[in-house]
């Protein structure tokens, strides 16, 4: 069976950078597109960014400059890299993957999310 699991998650000072990581592991055919959400109590869950068939990006306006999304193919493995931290960036992060598992079965899968804190 897929799963998703998320790392990199923790306390960081404002200003501060973080890079996230979301493993994909079991029976892959392909990665059609993974993404990074975030939660904060009481929010709504949000979009962070997308990577879309591993080429085209789609980033949240409050983070567009400041997070990057790659993906390592190799290791069915997406990153997001987070720089120039806020506070209001505090959230849990939740990993999102439209995969085509075996035969030809597209499915989407989360991972558990992992927490980022911004703080002084």
């Known amino acids: 069976q897929v799963q998703l699991v998320e790392s990199g998650g923790g306390l960081v000072q404002p200003g501060g950078s973080l890079r996230l990581s979301c493993a994909a592991s079991?029976?892959?055919?392909?990665?059609?597109?993974m993404g990074w959400y975030r939660q904060a109590p009481g929010k709504q869950r949000e979009l962070v960014a997308v990577l879309i068939s591993g080429v085209t990006t789609n980033y949240a306006d409050s983070v567009k400059g400041r997070f990057t999304i790659s993906r390592n193919n190799a290791k069915n493995t997406v990153y997001l890299q987070m720089n120039r931290l806020k506070p209001e960036d505090t959230a849990v992060y939740y990993c999102?993957?439209?995969?085509?598992?075996?035969?030809?079965?597209?499915?989407?899968?989360w991972g558990k999310g992992t927490l980022v804190t911004v703080s002084s």
């Open positions: 079991g029976s892959i055919f392909s990665i059609n597109a």
């Open positions: 999102n993957a439209d995969l085509t598992v075996p035969p030809s079965r597209d499915m989407n899968y």
